[in-house]
């Protein structure tokens, strides 16, 4: 039985779920996919670090049955009230490094480090993170192949939801000429609940509750989080290079309830929409902004945390890829997705990790 060895590098929502479906699911998942998992470290700013890589590794049943905000791992036996990452990350023996830190749009950080020197130390990533793989996306595959590890990173857009690998290896033979989408849980569902007639500060209260919501959930409601997916999205589906600054950004704070009630009389349902379009000189162009949408539209249906992504393709016109956008399980499960890749490679011999094709020639937008 093949195993991997894994560190998890923040310990909040994503990582604790994915202990969860390792601590719950782990014998099934060895049975079913051929491999087992081991935790060996885990990193977090409030518990500290944690590491054991004899026996059976972390123990993660007490782990778990601890409240969230009383983890303190520097009592335990390997463990620290610091988070150690750079040493955690580089120099405890993994195969696999989980990066499930909070999202920085302004410059990645320091997630990027996390992804770069686990990399560099030739060991693979899956990440929820948008922030390294909007940001630096490109030179961190290069650096991956060049290590001979992975990078994978379903989750920085549509949590659970497999919208990257389904354009990545559904859609052989196609053109896509753009993409649009609501990719903000938060955001959509924070919407629904003004359209119920919920204020804007307890509908983000919820939102936190429910795990849906960024560790500052202002890039939820301005529209920050959607520019990193579109950004990701571009990038990977459009083969385009695109930066913060070629992205406008608009968020939903300046919908009121008038607006919510008008739009609504008028059969209109108010969504947050990024898009990415190819220009016909081959160039992209990308933008956030809320739209009032027709009953008719692909996306006015799309209700709660669920999001959606519509590929327009030249062969079979728009194809829609829709499920969760958010949550704890959900995003967890996209690491285990992320880990189920890497095995597959594994067993492939892959030596160098996957780099997307793009559909066409890559021109900045
Ligand atoms: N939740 C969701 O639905 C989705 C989340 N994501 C992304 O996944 C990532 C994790 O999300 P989630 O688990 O919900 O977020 P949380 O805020 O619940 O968890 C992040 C954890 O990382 C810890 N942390 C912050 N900085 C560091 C650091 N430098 N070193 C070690 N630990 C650190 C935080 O500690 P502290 O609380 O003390 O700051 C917290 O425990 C984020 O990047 C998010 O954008 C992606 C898709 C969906
Ligand atoms: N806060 C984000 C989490 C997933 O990326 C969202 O609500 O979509």
Known sequence: MIRYDLALIGFGGVNRALAELIAERGDGLAAELGFALRVVAITDLRAGSLVRTEGAGI???PLLATAPGELDFSGLDGGSPEPRNEW???DV???IVAEATFTNPVDGEPALSHVRWALEAGKSVCTTNKGPVALAGRALKRLAAERGAAFEFEGAVLSGTPVLRTA?????GLRISGVEGIMNGTSNYILGRLEAGLGLADAVREAQLLGYAEADPTADIEGHDVRLKVMIMANEVLGADLRQ???????????GARDIEEAAA???RWKLVGSAVRRPDGTVAARVAPAALPADHPLAGISGATNAVAFHTDLLGTVTVSGPGAGRTETAYALLSDIIAIHRRHLTGAETAPVRRTREETVRG
């Open 93 to 95: 023996p993994a195969d």
């Open 59 to 61: 123990d993660l049943a």
């Open 88 to 90: 955690v990350i580089r």
């Open 245 to 255: 600054e070629d992205v406008s950004c608009e968020g939903i704070t300046a919908i």
């Open 266 to 268: 008028a059969g209109l």
């Open 168 to 172: 990545e290896r559904m859609f052989d």
